[in-house]
């Protein structure tokens, strides 16, 4: 028989309860056709084949040694055994020319010619698929060794997968090669889309594993660490103590003295060998954890923040399985639920979903949006590979376009990994473990596009009431709303004196036993397409796991009830179930009604977090019957110990007695209960949850302190672990001003004992944006912005209901949420007006652009206002630093390029530089004249015997004048800035040459005249037009004026010049104190007028550039002017501003560590 027709008599129908019931089944020809023996070969990485077999079997062959020749595989296999390329690696047997699939029964000659299964693919097939009896079926002898190999290599690939080590997402040129690479192999692929979509991954893993390498786990093996010699010194002391201790007691009153002397000696001894044993401990602990911190910077500060989460599953694997197994398989699987005849009718479906085939866009845009480090699943691709291979990700869409018409779900797309995290300390058993599955990322890219369609088909036909239901629905913040409007009702009840009963309910595993047919009923009821339908039926039809632990792996399960939580679609579709239920429920009572307001819903749910608010007895128990019969009808059920009520009335806490199935509801008097990220309990406030929020803090605090970091790293991980993790209370709890202020002060205090600077220093310095900008963030700031956020989120929320019921927000008398968000729209309404404003002495029209409120969209007003609040704490610590008489001096200083340090530069510096440079700023280093205002000490200097102030040190005592200390300073600063000139200008004169004849540019009508005002936006019109500039530097040796431009004595910093233009520039450098920069400008622009006026009249073009860097690092404005006009910009121009303030800043850290010894020279 022919091979096609061999395949096509076994091409049968599927059966009618299937998704696909009436469609062929054509999973048997669902093969690539490509050589078996090239595809093991690749998949060994001795050869490849880069062409497809042509007539007659040949083809171009590539052996690992280079050889490259069109011939048959057979000649491949002669070239490698006579050249021995392959080394001692034995060939082994062709497994991969075996069908292992269950169509296995196919002639000899066809298995050969259709089969296509690498080593990697038994992945799935292999464990799922094969048969121990293939031998009896079929009409090939597998062996003895062959079946080995595929039990081996089976066991093997089940399991989690290495993670490849890919390139970063900025190596553009190695995600070209992987992107070419795997466009060519992917492109000589043949058969149909689900194989190839079955193949994607392992071809993709298996070019990375061999390309790039993979991350090999760490065995934490308990390894013998020898003893040092001083360990073993002090067991040898401590021994021989024991031993004097028995000899005292049986010696006598003479022998005793003796001993005692020993013993004493002995003590000495131990004492300074165990002080320096733990010292060497401290410093191996600082080792691990700056090492550990580097590593992971998030994943440390989590451990010091969270409860410790250990263990290790200790369940024999058929127990484990056995579990699994009664988990995850519905018993009762013929069920038929219905939707309830009372249900509400559905409105008119106004708009239709789109069933079309996923658009490239919308792929793209669901890639884009995807974590990079999200984990990946069975087949070891993350989301990093379609981001930087972007004609792979076209090749998986055209994949999908052919899945999608033909309503078929690839099998590696319903494959899932898991792994079982802890959920405390020590856990053991699997009741403290939660298990986490990960599918596939192309399936969940694919389900992605689907949700979203879903959703939206949903949301703009009304179906989904999001009063009630917010889960699942991109555009609301459903927990904050959620959480607001619950508390708004109990405080609403309370102070009104009015009633209102709350039941918060908790289903017992609602994701785990949700049945697949309220699924599907649910879908019905929506009238979701009968297309779309099926695709989520075929999905759910055979998704299967497994579970790996560090023992074994088990079996793969199938999920024959609930859903999985790391499935995309998965989701949604439970809140559609829910959603049902809740409209079949609801109906019986009705909401609270507010004064002038709405009816509210009397449920609120958050997939299956639900919380009832009924304003009567009779009204809550019809509810929670109601709601609890369709709950059971539904295979789903309520547990009414872990379930919470509260019930006020007339405004005052009543016990009323709430039951399901007979079992009381405990109220939240008895336990308190976390709902929503929010706590209740009976005290109708939250005093409770602020006192634990700053016990947190503190602790937290703590906790970071005790960590064996550098104080920088511990102030890193305040900002970026302390500070969000208290953002979410600060925002739902009604926390008082004077709280947060309390809090602030802990957290500033611990700052500033980290960085090292004196307590005194002002919070200004910590959190202000002046002329030094440190990466920290003020709590109060955080606070106010996070309330206005939440006030803005209610105010403008999407849901009606929530918009139109007026959310008040605690108040106090400092400040108010409310208010400061009109105060914000009624400033930004009036900028409108005003328009653009010039801020500083800069010219007209510099600066940004400001954004007009009038124009802006609501996500944009919402940055806008917030903006405009950090904008108000600024200006309040401007005007705070304004009282201070000595650390706001730094706000005279206008004419300073400001400084912001970044983490990066932060963690680069040491920590007497970060001291000294914030002390130096603010003026609160130890200087005699300030540890006199401190502490009353004498305020003179050592060297010349005046008042030691930070500008005398620095920058005015005579004696480190004389001694050269300030003209070393000056010839290190001026050495960079010549280095930085010489480099510009061999760069310019290494230029073609400038044209001298210019043509007369026209200006069209309409067209920007600036466009044709230079030819080189980098230079200036006198810098960029020469090409024989000459540079002399006044550094090393002393500068001679060039005779041909004058004869003087005076010797400015730098002279550049060019004889053939006859240009001159003196650039004179100078290094004050901050408070004098524009006196030192106009002192040097002064002292070279006469000389400029001399050579002008010697026909000279002349400029004097006098650039100042005062003496704590901070660069001016004239010294950026010149950097610009000589051709600095962007990234250039920031570097040589940086380096010129580093250069001086150090030097004058060292005159400053120097300050106390009166010898300065070379060896000084």
């Known amino acids: 028989m022919h091979p096609v027709q061999a395949i096509d008599t076994q091409i049968l129908s599927i059966p009618q309860e299937s998704a696909r019931a009436g469609v062929k089944d054509d999973s048997l020809v669902d093969i690539t056709v490509l050589d078996y023996g090239v595809n093991l070969t690749m998949s060994r990485g001795e050869s490849t084949s880069t062409t497809t077999p042509s007539r007659g079997g040949l083809a171009l062959q590539v052996c690992i040694c280079g050889w490259r020749k069109v011939t048959s595989v057979r000649g491949l296999r002669i070239h490698q055994g006579k050249k021995k390329c392959l080394g001692g690696r ?50 090939i002898d597998h062996g003895e060794d062959a079946g080995q190999m595929i039990s081996r290599r089976a066991g093997k690939e089940r399991g989690r997968k290495l993670k490849v080590r890919w390139p970063g997402a900025t190596d553009c040129k190695e995600w070209t090669s992987v992107n070419n690479d795997l466009r060519g192999i992917l492109n000589g692929l043949k058969g149909t889309a689900e194989s190839k979509l079955n193949q994607l991954g392992e071809i993709i893993y298996d070019y990375g594993e061999k390309r790039f390498g993979v991350f090999e786990k760490k065995h934490k093996g308990e390894q013998s660490r020898l003893k040092s010699r001083r360990q073993m010194e002090i067991e040898r002391l401590v021994k021989e103590r024991r031993h004097l201790k028995k000899l005292w007691k049986r010696a006598d009153e003479e022998g005793r003295s003796g001993i005692n002397i020993l013993q004493e000696e002995l003590k000495r001894r131990l004492v300074v060998l165990r002080r320096a044993e733990k010292l060497r401990l401290r410093r191996k602990k600082k080792e691990q954890a700056r090492v550990a911190f580097f590593k992971d910077p998030f994943k440390f500060v989590k451990s010091l923040l969270e409860q410790e989460k250990s263990g290790c599953l200790d369940v024999p694997r058929r127990e484990l399985e056995s579990y699994l197994r009664g988990m995850h398989t519905d018993g009762e699987s ?414 500033s205090k611990a700052i500033r004992r980290w960085l090292g600077v004196p307590h005194c220093l002002s919070s200004v310095a910590l959190y202000g944006n002046g002329v030094l900008e440190l990466p920290l963030t003020s709590l109060v700031e955080e606070f106010k912005c996070a309330k206005v956020g939440l006030e803005l989120t209610l105010s403008n929320s999407r849901d009606p209901v929530v918009r139109s019921v007026p959310v008040s927000l605690k108040k106090g008398r400092k400040w108010d949420p409310r208010e400061a968000v009109a105060q914000a729209q009624t400033a930004l309404e009036h900028r409108d007006v005003v328009g653009q404003v010039q801020v500083g002495r800069a010219g007209l029209g510099a600066g940004d652009r400001i954004k007009l409120w009038s124009k802006a969209k609501l996500p944009e007003r919402r940055k806008m206002v917030i903006g405009f609040i950090r904008e108000q704490e600024e200006e309040a610590r401007r005007v705070t630093a304004t009282s201070h008489g000595v650390q706001g001096r730094c706000l005279a200083w206008e004419h300073v390029e400001k400084r912001k340090i970044s983490w990066r530069d932060l963690w680069a510096m040491d920590a007497g530089r970060i001291k000294f440079l914030i002390g130096a700023t603010y003026d609160v280093l130890p200087t005699p004249q300030n540890l006199n205002r401190w502490v009353g000490t004498e305020p003179t200097c050592s060297l010349c015997g005046g008042v030691a102030s930070l500008r005398h040190i620095l920058s005015a005592c005579k004696v480190s ?186 030097s004058s850290q060292w005159l400053w560590m120097r300050r106390h010894q009166g010898a300065w020279g070379k060896h000084t």
């Open 334 to 747: 013929e069920r038929v639920f219905e939707v309830p005849a009372d249900i509400p009718p559905l409105g008119e479906i106004v708009v239709q979903m789109d069933v079309c085939p996923p658009r490239l866009k919308e792929v793209q845009e669901v890639v884009r949006r995807a974590r990079a480090a999200s984990a990946p699943g069975p087949n070891g691709v993350p989301y990093r590979v379609y981001k930087g291979a972007p004609d792979v990700l076209k090749f998986l869409w055209k994949q999908m376009v052919v899945v999608w018409k033909k309503g078929i779900i690839p099998k590696e797309w319903r494959r899932a990994g898991g792994v079982f995290i802890p959920k405390e300390k020590d856990a053991v058993d699997i009741g403290q473990f939660r298990p986490i599955c990960l599918l596939n990322v192309e399936g969940k890219i694919f389900f992605t596009v689907v949700a979203q369609r879903l959703s939206a088909y949903l949301l703009v036909n009304n179906l989904i009431d999001t009063s009630v239901q917010k889960a699942g629905i991109s555009g609301f913040s459903g927990c904050l709303e959620h959480c607001s409007m619950i508390w708004h009702q109990i405080k609403k009840a309370k102070m009104d004196g009015k009633d209102l009963h709350v039941i918060f309910l908790d289903l017992a595993n609602a994701f785990g036993s949700v049945p697949h047919v309220l699924l599907w009923r649910a879908f019905d009821f929506f009238k979701v397409p009968e297309c779309i339908t099926r695709l989520v039926k075929v999905y759910f039809e055979d998704i299967k796991f497994y579970f790996c632990t560090k023992q074994y792996t088990t079996s793969w399960q199938r999920l024959g009830i609930g859903i999985m939580a790391g499935c995309t679609i998965s989701p949604l579709a439970f809140t559609m179930a829910m959603e049902v239920l809740i409209r079949a429920s609801r109906w019986v009572v009705g909401g609270m009604r507010l004064k002038d307001g709405p009816h509210l819903p009397p449920i609120r749910a958050y997939m299956d977090d639900m919380t009832l608010l009924t304003t009567t007895v009779p009204c809550t128990r019809r509810l929670l019957t109601k709601l609890n019969g369709n709950l059971k009808l539904a295979g789903l059920k309520i547990k009414p110990s872990k379930c919470r009520s509260l019930s006020v009335v007339k405004g005052k806490l009543s016990r009323e007695n709430f039951q399901i199935d007979g079992e009381k509801i405990p109220s939240v008097a008895e336990r308190p209960i976390k709902s929503l990220g929010r706590w209740y309990d009976s005290s109708f406030g939250d005093k409770e949850q602020v006192k634990r929020l700053r016990e947190d803090v503190v602790l937290a605090i703590n906790r970071i302190d005790k960590s064996f970091l550098p104080g920088k790293l511990k102030v890193w991980c305040l900002q970026f672990g302390l500070l969000p993790r208290i953002r979410w209370p600060l925002t739902i709890y009604e926390v008082c001003m004077s709280e947060v202020e309390r809090l602030e002060r802990v957290m």
């Open 90 to 139: 034995g060939q082994g047997p062709c497994v991969d020319r075996y069908d292992l699939r269950s169509g296995s029964n196919k002639s000899g000659e066809v298995q050969g010619q259709v089969a296509h299964q690498r080593p990697q693919d038994i992945n799935t097939s292999v464990l799922e698929e094969a048969r121990p009896n293939m031998d009896a079926q079929g009409s």
């Open 961 to 1146: 004048l004389s001694q050269g200390r300030y003209t070393w300073r000056h010839n290190e600063v001026l050495r960079s800035l010549a280095c930085l000139l010489e480099n510009k200008r061999v760069e310019v004169n290494s230029l073609p040459q400038y044209g001298r004849n210019k043509l007369i540019s026209f200006v069209r009508e309409g067209e920007s005249v600036i466009s044709h005002a230079r030819g080189r936006g980098d230079t200036s019109f006198k810098w960029g037009e020469v090409r024989d500039w000459k540079l002399l530097a006044d550094v090393g040796k002393q500068l001679q004026m060039p005779q041909c431009i004058a004869i003087t004595a005076l010797r400015p910093d730098i002279v550049l010049y060019s004889e053939g233009a006859r240009i001159v520039y003196f650039i004179e450098l100078t290094i004050p104190f901050e408070d004098s920069l524009e006196d030192a400008f106009e002192r040097k622009k002064l002292k070279y007028t006469e000389l400029a006026g001399e050579v002008r009249e010697r026909g000279w073009q002349c400029v004097i550039r006098p650039v100042e860097i005062g003496t704590r690092g901070f660069v001016a404005k004239s010294t950026t002017s010149l950097l610009l006009e000589f051709g600095f910009r962007g990234q250039s121009l920031r570097a040589a501003i940086k380096g010129l303030s580093e250069v001086a800043e150090r």
